[in-house]
């Protein structure tokens, strides 16, 4: 048989149905996850077993000036008795080594014949660049440099401003500011600096750790997030469903994140509707991946299926660091949260010793990406930190694990066909559908079927689940709105969405571009 054979023969075939069988289970994954979040009754208070459990919302913070103050304001203003949570805000001495670093860059940028928002990126907010940059523009050539470093010392630092908003905070839950020295590191850095203090956090409260550690949960939230008023009660109700079901409780509760917050537009033109496609993408994966992986976790270990079954089935669960609350003691056993991503990381190793995992009723919201230079550095990210699972096993393989060998070598072996799927499954799959009528009108069928499901039938039900889910938020603050786009827009969106995959290819590549030519891979921030 030759390799033309055997392509359309054996591979376009099972290529295709393969196509199809994805597509199907992430539009049934989807639909369950959609109509669970917005069936789900409200959550009981949060005493209603007894004491409330202790929780600690840790917010990190770099450069995020422009959100300071909403998110503060929105976490502080959570539903909870008293005395039993409280809000942390840690900012980074980083912030401010980067300043001093950039302010030596301004003559730079100001000698340049036209300044572009790209190039003031850590030097500013992501919303203030294009303002910044506009205004340096219309300065005459000789008064720039002046007037960019106006306004580059007039942008008050993070810190600066947490610091002015600890200091008045008289209502609602307590709040506490850290500020972490420059010891180099990410978010994972500034939420383990936060755990070091704990004593100095909850101790007003009463709360010891060898008093309380068993009841404590540790939440983590991106700075630009919207939460539900009833978030903290849902994670306590959470926790003591899945305790009085399972008789354990859970390692990690996750709260779902939606990214339906348009504070900023999408760009026009070929940028923003990849942009657009990618925030659908973001919210099938948030319903059909994440959520749905938490709630099968959680229906496996309350099953009586045989081991060997549930090893089958078992998923990695993806923890998503802005809704995840990790209970204190198994964040301990995990000697804090892993770099470089604390939400992956935590997921990967908590899988791998086979923890207790449960979902949140109630929804937090961020903001989608509307920038190409964040999207990429996220993604990069995302694949440096998911992309070797063994390396997550063998940092846990000291510790206790309620499964066997065989079990996380299947949950090893099912994340490493994901990364694969991930890099080479987009380009793959093209050539198969162009193919597939060469293979036969049967597998051409089926594989136009695995596109039209996988793609524009999903993508327009999310569409039109989007305002559903963003009306079942009540926030403490004022919530804005969720992404509109026209009808023609719709229509783009929903045609172009076969191009979803290839959104998402840049990040990776980069990574292992980087790593073939032996430079290191930078990922700067994730800014949206």
């Known amino acids: ?73 929105a976490f502080t203003g959570l539903d909870y008795p008293t005395g039993r949570a409280a809000v942390v805000v840690i900012t980074t001495e980083r912030e401010h080594t980067s300043r001093a670093r950039h302010r030596g860059r301004l003559h730079e940028l100001a000698a340049l014949p036209t300044l572009a928002a790209a190039q003031l990126r850590g030097l500013f907010p992501a919303s203030r660049c294009q303002t910044v940059a506009e205004t340096v523009n219309v300065a005459p050539r000789g008064e720039r440099l002046t007037v960019l470093t106006e306004l580059f010392d007039a942008e008050p630092s993070t810190p600066d401003i947490v610091t002015t908003l600890t200091a008045s905070h008289l209502q609602g839950l307590p709040l506490v500011h850290l500020h972490q020295p420059d010891v180099g590191g990410r978010k994972p850095g500034q939420l383990n600096f936060a755990l070091d203090h704990l004593p100095d956090i909850l101790g007003p409260l009463g709360w010891r750790e060898d008093a309380h550690a068993h009841d404590t949960f540790v939440l983590v939230y991106d700075a630009d997030a919207v939460p539900d008023r009833a978030t903290l009660t849902a994670l306590a109700d959470a926790a003591a469903n899945h305790r009085a079901s399972a008789g354990r409780t859970p390692a990690l509760i996750q709260q779902q994140r939606l990214p339906l917050l348009a504070r900023r537009p999408f760009p026009r033109g070929l940028a923003g509707l990849l942009l657009s496609e990618e925030w659908v993408y973001q919210l099938r994966r948030s319903l059909g991946i994440e959520l749905a992986r938490v709630r099968l976790h959680q229906w496996l270990t309350r099953s009586g299926l045989p081991a060997t079954v549930r090893m089958w089935l078992r998923p990695m669960v993806y923890a998503v660091g802005c809704g995840m609350a990790v209970h204190l003691p198994a964040l301990r056993r995990l000697g804090g949260f892993p770099e470089p991503m604390e939400d992956l990381g935590t997921g990967h190793r908590l899988s791998l010793l086979g923890a207790d995992f449960a979902p949140a ?168």
Do not use: C
């Open 1 to 73: 048989m030759s390799a033309a054979e055997v392509w359309l023969d054996v591979v376009v075939p099972a290529l295709a149905t393969g196509l199809l069988a994805r597509a199907l289970w992430a539009a049934l994954a989807v639909e369950a996850s959609a109509r669970w979040l917005l069936s789900a009754s409200a959550p009981r208070p949060a005493d209603v077993h007894g004491p409330a459990p202790w929780l600690v919302v840790l917010l990190p913070m770099l450069r995020e000036q422009t959100v300071a103050a909403a998110a503060i304001a």
């Open 361 to 528: 009723t109630a929804l937090v919201l961020d903001e989608p990406y509307t920038d190409t230079t964040g999207l990429t550095n996220l993604h990069a990210l995302a694949y440096a930190a998911s992309a070797r699972p063994d390396r997550h096993a063998r940092a846990v393989a000291h510790l206790p694990s309620s499964l066997s060998r065989p079990a996380r070598t299947a949950l090893m072996l099912r994340e490493w066909a994901d990364e694969a799927a991930w890099l080479l499954g987009a380009p793959l799959l093209t050539v198969a559908v162009a193919s597939a009528w060469w293979a036969g009108p049967w597998w051409a069928g089926l594989a136009v079927a695995g596109v039209l499901l996988h793609g524009p039938v999903t993508t327009a039900r999310l569409l039109t689940l989007a305002p559903a889910l963003h009306r079942r938020v009540t926030p403490p603050a004022t919530l804005g709105l969720a992404p509109r786009s026209t009808a023609a827009r719709q229509i783009s969106l929903i045609t172009a969405s076969p191009l979803q995959p290839f959104i998402r290819l840049a990040g990776p590549w980069r990574v292992i571009g980087a790593k073939a030519t032996g430079r290191r891979p930078g990922f700067g921030k994730t800014e949206r």
